[in-house]
Nanobody
Framework: QVQLVESGGGLVQPGGSLRLSCAAS????????MGWYRQAPGKQRELVAYIRSSGSTIYADSVKGRFTISRDNAKPTVYLQMNSLKPEDTAVYSC????????WGQGTQVTVSS
């Protein structure tokens, strides 16, 4: 079993930055994929970005050039640096990990508003 604990959400003004962190525990194996999804009110959950243990990354088109995903395999922890935030980035951001099955964190609220 893998447990995921997120931190770093909050309220930020448009154009601002936030950094999300997600710490994984419960497995001694390297987690092949870690990433972030988000769900805005009234919308379906969508992929934001994910990163493989090799370091290769995938981003949603809506966040390319603004968000950066990274990971520390030793901890293991995945990070999401979010810059140039827009009101449409407001959502609950959930950490995701894949190790033989899907694992989810409980989510952290990100609100972009003036």
């Amino acid at each position: 079993q893998v447990q995921l604990v997120e931190s770093g959400g909050g309220l930020v003004q448009p154009g601002g930055s936030l950094r999300l962190s997600c710490a994984a525990s419960g497995s001694s194996l390297r987690i092949p994929i870690m990433g972030w999804y988000r769900q805005a009110p009234g919308k379906q959950r969508e992929l934001v970005a994910y990163i493989r243990s090799s370091g290769s990354t995938i981003y949603a088109d809506s966040v390319k050039g603004r968000f950066t995903i990274s990971r520390d395999n030793a901890k293991p922890t995945v990070y999401l640096q979010m810059n140039s935030l827009k009101p449409e980035d407001t959502a609950v951001y959930s950490c995701y990990a894949y190790l033989a099955q899907d694992y989810w964190g409980q989510g952290t609220q990100v609100t972009v508003s003036s």
